[in-house]
């Protein structure tokens, strides 16, 4: 069974700072990975979707990468800001399924302090 | 292309009653998925369909929820004899037939609250 876990649950830094988000999966036989953005309260907006065959993604200060044998990928956040503030989860979308249903890690609260 | 829509943002019942949620996915988009979030959690998947083919459900939908994509285009998510443990956030995804096909897109969820 496919399990996703994030770590740290939580995250706090000083504006400015870049950082790291890291996530594992038990499984590597998998389609593809994302990053996701949760604000609270709110739905979930994509930040970076990585193919199983390759190895980074980037999209502005985001770096994610992928090491699909090892089952981790990071993301990097470059020079945070306060509006980053936010919750990161990963998603896999595990091979031999129908159809790219997601299953997700617990998230990492991020707080970037001014 | 206005994004996933879900109707009512906000639900607030009672035990036992029943409750209906709607998704509007993305145009043209053929995948339609639905998940559940409850608090401090990642999301939990529901169901998935493929236009109007519900090709996949979870053991966590019980036989009091019941999903339906009628015509291929929006969804909706019954929950019969509501429970308090079915207090959540109910997000709508879906993905498009071509180009990045398993690239989900969410919409901002319906919070249910059971009382």
């Known amino acids: 069974k496919q399990e996703v876990t994030q770590i740290p649950a939580a995250l706090s830094v000083p504006e400015g700072e870049n950082l790291v988000l890291n996530c594992s999966f038990t499984?590597?036989?998998?389609?593809?990975l994302q990053w996701f953005r949760q604000d609270p309260g709110k739905g979930l907006t994509s930040l970076l979707l990585?193919?199983?065959?390759?190895r980074e993604q980037t999209s502005g200060r985001l770096n994610a990468s992928l090491d699909k044998s090892s089952g981790r990928s990071t993301l990097y956040i470059a020079a945070s800001q306060p509006g980053d503030s936010a919750t990161y989860l990963c998603?896999?979308?595990?091979?031999?399924?129908?159809?790219?249903?997601?299953?997700f890690g617990q998230g990492t609260e991020l707080s970037v302090k001014p | 292309d206005t994004g996933v829509s879900q109707d009512p943002r906000h639900k607030i019942t009672k035990r036992g009653q029943n409750v209906t949620f709607r998704c509007d996915p993305i145009?043209?988009?053929?995948?339609l998925y639905w998940y559940r979030q409850t608090l401090g959690q990642g999301p939990e998947f529901l169901t998935y369909?493929?236009?109007?083919?519900?090709?996949?459900k979870s053991r966590l939908l019980s036989d009091r929820f019941s999903a339906e994509r009628p015509k291929g285009s929006f969804s909706t998510l019954e929950i019969q004899r509501t429970e308090q443990g079915d207090s959540a956030m109910y997000l709508c995804?879906?993905?498009?037939?071509?180009?990045?096909?398993?690239?989900?897109?969410f919409g901002p969820g319906t919070r249910l609250t059971v009382t």
């Open positions: 995804a879906s993905s498009p037939r071509t180009g990045k096909t398993y690239e989900q897109y």
């Open positions: 499984d590597s036989a998998i389609y593809n």
């Open positions: 990585i193919q199983s065959s390759q």
């Open positions: 998603a896999v979308s595990p091979l031999g399924g129908q159809g790219g249903k997601l299953i």
């Open positions: 145009s043209e988009h053929n995948r």
């Open positions: 369909f493929q236009n109007e083919a519900q090709l996949e």
